[in-house]
C-alpha cells in the first residue's frame, strides 16, 4: 500500500433509527478510529450546542474522534437555487451550521453543492460557484470544506468545474464512490482529484441506485479504487459511508462489522 498505514472511519448515517450512543460502541468494538457526523438533527443537534457537546465527549469516551460533520441539505441549504433570495438564505443556513461546529476542533465539514437540480447544469455551476466563493471567504478558519460529488452525470460534472474553479486552499474533495459509480465511467473524478482527497465517502452500489452497501457486494473494483488512495499524498483517513440513514433490514452492527473487514482487506493499515 505504498507504504502508508490507513486509519478506518465511519459515518453515522448508517442507520439514523440507532441511537448514536449505540452506534459509538459499536463503531469503537469494530476497531474503527473515528467518526463522521451524518446530516441528520438526530445526530448533529443542530442548533443545540450544548447536545453536540456531549455527542463529542461520548465519542472520546469510546476512543474515537470526530473527523468531520455533514453540512445539512435540502431546499433550505440548496447552493445552486436559480432564485437569488432563497440562494442567499441557503448560504446564510451553511454559515451558521458552520459556526455552530467551529468551537469543537473538527477540521471538515462536507458540503453538497447543489441539491435537485432545477436548472441547467450550466447555471446550477453559475450559482453553486457564487455561493461556495461567499461560504469560503465567511467561515470559520479552523474548517476546511470538503465538496461531494453528487449523483448522475450532471452532479459530476458540476463537482468537476468546481474543483477546477476553487484550489485547494479553498476547497478539498470528498469522494463518493457509491454517486461518481452511478454518474460516468468508473472513477473518471478520482483519476483526476484523487491529489485533492481531504475525506471521502466509500460504499459500494450496481451503478443504478444510491445504495450504499458494504464494499464488495456492489460492482465497484476496490483494488483500483485503493490504488488511486494509494497515490494520495498523505491522505490516510479512510471514511466509509455505508447505509443511507434509513432502518436497516439486517442488524447495524453486520453493516458495521463487515464494512470494517472489508476495509482492512482492500487497504491493510490498521484498525485504531
Given at each position: 500500500?505504498a507504504?502508508?498505514?490507513y486509519?478506518?472511519g465511519?459515518?453515522?448515517?448508517v442507520?439514523y433509527?440507532?441511537?448514536i450512543?449505540v452506534?459509538?460502541r459499536?463503531f469503537?468494538r469494530?476497531?474503527?478510529?473515528f467518526?463522521?457526523?451524518g446530516a441528520d438533527s438526530r445526530?448533529?443537534f443542530f442548533?443545540?450546542?450544548n447536545?453536540?457537546d456531549?455527542?463529542?465527549?461520548?465519542?472520546e469516551?469510546?476512543?474515537?474522534?470526530?473527523?468531520s460533520?455533514?453540512i445539512?441539505?435540502g431546499d433550505d441549504?440548496?447552493l445552486?437555487?436559480?432564485l437569488?433570495k432563497?440562494?442567499l438564505?441557503?448560504?446564510r443556513?451553511?454559515?451558521?451550521?458552520?459556526e455552530y461546529?467551529a468551537?469543537?476542533?473538527?477540521p471538515?465539514?462536507?458540503?453538497?453543492p447543489h441539491?435537485?437540480?432545477?436548472?441547467?447544469?450550466?447555471?446550477?455551476l453559475?450559482?453553486?460557484?457564487?455561493?461556495?466563493?461567499?461560504?469560503?471567504?465567511?467561515?470559520p478558519?479552523?474548517?476546511?470544506?470538503?465538496?461531494e460529488n453528487?449523483?448522475?452525470?450532471r452532479?459530476?460534472?458540476?463537482?468537476?468545474q468546481?474543483l477546477n474553479?476553487f484550489?485547494?486552499?479553498?476547497i478539498?474533495?470528498c469522494y463518493d464512490?457509491?454517486h461518481?459509480?452511478m454518474?460516468?465511467p468508473?472513477?473518471?473524478?478520482?483519476?483526476?482529484?484523487?491529489s485533492r482527497l481531504i475525506?471521502?465517502h466509500l460504499s459500494?452500489?450496481n451503478g443504478i441506485?444510491d445504495?450504499?452497501?458494504?464494499?464488495?457486494?456492489?460492482?465497484?473494483n476496490w483494488?483500483?479504487?485503493?490504488?488511486?488512495?494509494?497515490k494520495a499524498?498523505s491522505?490516510?483517513?479512510?471514511?466509509f459511508?455505508?447505509g443511507?440513514?434509513?432502518?436497516?433490514s439486517?442488524?447495524?452492527e453486520?453493516y458495521i462489522?463487515?464494512t470494517?473487514?472489508?476495509a482492512?482487506?482492500v487497504?491493510?493499515?490498521?484498525?485504531g
Amino acid at each position: 500500500m505504498a507504504g502508508k498505514q490507513y486509519k478506518f472511519g465511519i459515518s453515522t448515517t448508517v442507520d439514523y433509527s440507532v441511537e448514536i450512543e449505540v452506534l459509538f460502541r459499536l463503531f469503537s468494538r469494530h476497531g474503527y478510529s473515528f467518526v463522521s457526523i451524518g446530516a441528520d438533527s438526530r445526530h448533529n443537534f443542530f442548533p443545540e450546542k450544548n447536545k453536540f457537546d456531549n455527542l463529542v465527549q461520548l465519542a472520546e469516551e469510546y476512543g474515537l474522534t470526530i473527523d468531520s460533520v455533514h453540512i445539512p441539505f435540502g431546499d433550505d441549504y440548496d447552493l445552486a437555487n436559480p432564485l437569488y433570495k432563497e440562494r442567499l438564505a441557503s448560504v446564510r443556513n451553511v454559515l451558521l451550521f458552520l459556526e455552530y461546529i467551529a468551537d469543537f476542533g473538527i477540521p471538515i465539514a462536507i458540503l453538497h453543492p447543489h441539491h435537485y437540480l432545477k436548472e441547467t447544469r450550466e447555471k446550477a455551476l453559475t450559482s453553486a460557484a457564487k455561493s461556495i466563493e461567499e461560504i469560503v471567504g465567511k467561515k470559520p478558519d479552523n474548517i476546511k470544506i470538503a465538496m461531494e460529488n453528487l449523483p448522475d452525470a450532471r452532479g459530476s460534472w458540476i463537482a468537476e468545474q468546481l474543483l477546477n474553479i476553487f484550489n485547494q486552499e479553498k476547497i478539498g474533495f470528498c469522494y463518493d464512490s457509491s454517486h461518481e459509480n452511478m454518474s460516468g465511467p468508473p472513477f473518471h473524478l478520482l483519476e483526476k482529484y484523487y491529489s485533492r482527497l481531504i475525506t471521502c465517502h466509500l460504499s459500494d452500489n450496481n451503478g443504478i441506485v444510491d445504495e450504499h452497501l458494504v464494499p464488495g457486494n456492489g460492482n465497484i473494483n476496490w483494488n483500483r479504487l485503493s490504488s488511486y488512495i494509494d497515490k494520495a499524498g498523505s491522505f490516510d483517513n479512510i471514511l466509509f459511508e455505508v447505509g443511507t440513514g434509513e432502518k436497516l433490514s439486517v442488524p447495524v452492527e453486520d453493516y458495521i462489522e463487515k464494512t470494517a473487514l472489508k476495509a482492512t482487506e482492500v487497504f491493510g493499515g490498521n484498525r485504531g
